[in-house]
């Protein structure tokens, strides 16, 4: 940590008439310091049935793709899979009671993750879902997979918090019950998720509720903070969150990386300016930023495109040291006789 998260759900751009591959390679290549690559969206559409966006993963023009996902992690990089997104049914579908309904569309997803090497798994939960279908399907994965594998969700801002400010001292508690001296019995009674509830949640279930009882098991939340669920152009919402009791290491900053990837972008210069002031407040035990997404990523910025918006980030981090930039000379140069 601090974590350097990069989703990518645009994986061809067409130029001419042509379409052409975006490669990923870029990422190492320039030593950018980014620490994970979420491939995106994996949907559940049938028993048996997986797409990546509007293809079978096994199509052709994903070829590519995956041979740069394994040069990637050959580089120290995790390659995970978004999961989910904005376009329902997958989690309706792996919400199935019976659980043969369940394993039908549980099993192509795990067998595409054994297929690739996938190092985890993001759980992009943007329609309604019951908490216990959430914590069956993360206990299913963590079975699976063993405790290596990465377990991650990706909440809106809102979804984190209590309903009310006034709540924050019992989210607190709920949160880190284990390091907090046991409270008197009408204290005990007042802490339950259940009984605080969260704010405006796209998941249906309740994030303090699923931290509480299976934060073991969730590495850390790529947490949405734009498109109208927050505002990063300062560090107030995300001291919010450690406010509230979440733990710094398991909350990653996220952000749109371009104007046309969704409202609430902010600009680079500004951007690693509240970065660098979350690394210095939090150290190590900042959990860094995800940015929505790489292929157009700072691409309407003064200079550079994607991977050097992913470097700055990186350098404003300390994940990778800022390139040695030499003065302007003043003047004439001098010319030898």
Known sequence: MPRLVLYQQTHHVT?????????LLPLYQQNTGVTHVIISALHVNGPGEITLNDHTPNNTRFDQMWSECRTLQEQGIKIMFLLGGAAPGTYQRLSANESAAFESFYSP??????KHGINGIDLD????MMQVHVQRLIRRLRQDFGPTFIITL?????????RRRAYLGISRR?????????PDPVMNSLCRANGVR?????SGFDYLQLEATLGNEIDWYNVQVYCGWGDPSGPGMYETL???GWKSEKVVLGVVTNPSNGAGWISLPRLTTVVR???AKYGEAFGGVMGWEYFNAGMNEPRGGPWQWVKELGIALGRVEAPVRLPISQGRPTVPS
């Open 109 to 114: 997803v795990r067998a595409l993750i054994e």
């Open 242 to 244: 450690v406010d509230a």
């Open 277 to 279: 002031g979350l690394k």
């Open 198 to 202: 969260t704010r405006r949640n796209l």
């Open 174 to 182: 709920i949160l880190n019950s284990a390091s907090m001296p046991t």
């Open 15 to 23: 130029t001419n008439g042509i379409e052409a591959p975006i490669s």
């Open 125 to 128: 939960v943007e329609e309604p």
């Open 154 to 162: 990706a909440p809106v801002y809102p979804a984190m918090l209590p």
